[in-house]
Every structure is written in structure tokens, then in C-alpha cells.
Nanobody
Framework: QVQLVESGGGLVQPGESLRLSCTAS????????IAWYRRAPGKEREGVGC??????????ARSLELEGRFTISRDNAKNTVYLQMNSLKPEETGVYYC???????????????????WGKGTRVNVSS
């Protein structure tokens, strides 16, 4: 049984940082791309970014890429992908989800929210 478990969410003040983790089990981790999404209260789910299984295969939502505040990394030895979030803003409050999809064509699948497996999410609250 495949499981994705997000962790690391919590309450932080604006400008602070959090590192989220997505740990997978029940799949051949190295064959999968992992994506991060978020859903802010009252808004649609949106993509944050994703990472493939090849070097230099990390992609971010355009707004985040320009700001450079978020970093996605993976540790295949730990079956875990991380989302480091710096200088957090109140509007980034929401539930953060990770998804897994086989690597082939993963970028298009990420843009279409077409993940094979989903975690249940971890809540991030950015508030003073």
C-alpha cells in the first residue's frame, strides 16, 4: 500500500521559515517524481513545485521561482522530499499536499494535478 505522509507544518510568523517533508512508502521512490501543492482557505489548489528523479529536474510555480524563497529537494535514501519555505507570507497559509507520479512526463502531470498518489496534507498557518 502506497502512503505519502506530509509533516512539518505549523504556526509561524510572517517572515519566518518552515521545512515540510513528504515521506513515501510502498513504492519504488526513485522512479517517481514528487510534487507539492497547496490550498489556501477559500481558494483553489495550486501547484508549488515538483522534483523529478534526474539532476536539475526541479520546477517551481513561476511566482515562486522569481522570488526564490522556496526550495524543493529530495533524499532518495530516506524516501523523502522536502519543501523549504523561507520568508513566509500570510497569504501562504493553507494546507500543503504532496503527490507522487511516475517520472515519465511528470511535468505535464504536475501542471494537470494528475498525481497517482496523494498525501493527506499538513497545515501551514502564517500569522502574527
Amino acid at each position: 500500500q502506497v502512503q505519502l505522509v506530509e509533516s512539518g507544518g505549523g504556526l509561524v510568523q510572517p517572515g519566518e521559515s518552515l521545512r515540510l517533508s513528504c515521506t513515501a512508502s510502498g513504492l519504488s521512490f526513485g522512479d517517481y517524481a514528487i510534487a507539492w501543492y497547496r490550498r489556501a482557505p477559500g481558494k483553489e489548489r495550486e501547484g508549488v513545485g515538483c522534483v523529478g528523479n534526474a539532476p536539475h529536474s526541479t520546477y517551481y510555480a513561476r511566482s515562486l521561482e522569481l522570488e526564490g524563497r522556496f526550495t524543493i529537494s529530495r533524499d532518495n535514501a530516506k524516501n523523502t522530499v522536502y519543501l523549504q519555505m523561507n520568508s513566509l507570507k500570510p497569504e501562504e497559509t493553507g494546507v500543503y499536499y504532496c503527490g507522487a507520479v511516475e517520472h515519465l512526463g511528470f511535468l505535464a502531470k504536475y501542471y494537470n494535478f494528475n498525481m497517482e498518489y496523494w498525501g493527506k496534507g499538513t497545515r501551514v498557518n502564517v500569522s502574527s
